[in-house]
């Protein structure tokens, strides 16, 4: 029987507000109020405590005093960031390729295809989407939660920077063909080479990120 998960209003605040802040839409040095969310987003101060509350946890806000202050991603954070995912990512690929089932592998087969197809018609929306689901569908195959969790909530928070690196065509057909390389790695079963193939993009990622948020 299927689990139903419910999603409370202070869920949707959370990942709303999340959401502005992670796309640059709130920048770093805003201030927040109970009162004007709960306005803006029609409901009760008491989910917009919770949910204020939760970013602060995740160091995406900070209080003040009564205030509370956008903190957002800062070099410093994007670096490390960058750093962590590099690691994590080698590993849980590497883990991908010893679990990964044939159903698992025909659907990454087809992400790939579908990013190859938005990469020559220069879509960038789908081409971060299509990104996106490529690497959730690793982690998702590794067979570890601690690996997707940390994994994904990473990919989350480098969001913006990761639209803005896939905006340049010579970025993102490179990106393709390396996920390409990645996929043809799991599906001979060369463990070594995947995790090294991996650990190679990401750090291409990584360099390409950070020259792209210099820039800004």
Known sequence: MAVVKITSLADIVYEQ??????????????????????EQMQVSRTPVREALRRLEQDD????????IVVVGIT???LIDI????SRLEGLATARCCRRIT????????????????YVARELPDKIVESDSRFHEAIYAACGSRTFEKQLTALNKKLQRFRQMSVSLSVRAKASVAEHRDIFNALAA??????????????????????QTAAGA
């Open 17 to 38: 507000v999340e959401r502005d802040i992670l796309s640059g839409a709130y920048q770093r040095g805003d201030t927040l109020t109970e009162l004007k969310l709960s």
């Open 60 to 67: 995406l806000v900070e209080s003040r005093g009564k205030s």
């Open 75 to 77: 070099q410093d954070d």
């Open 82 to 85: 960058l750093e962590v995912r």
């Open 102 to 117: 044939r159903e698992e592998l025909n659907e990454l087969d087809e992400i790939v295809t579908l990013q190859e197809f």
């Open 189 to 210: 079963g060369d463990e070594a080479l995947a995790e090294e193939l991996a650990v190679l993009h990401v750090d291409r990622v990584r360099t390409n990120i950070l």
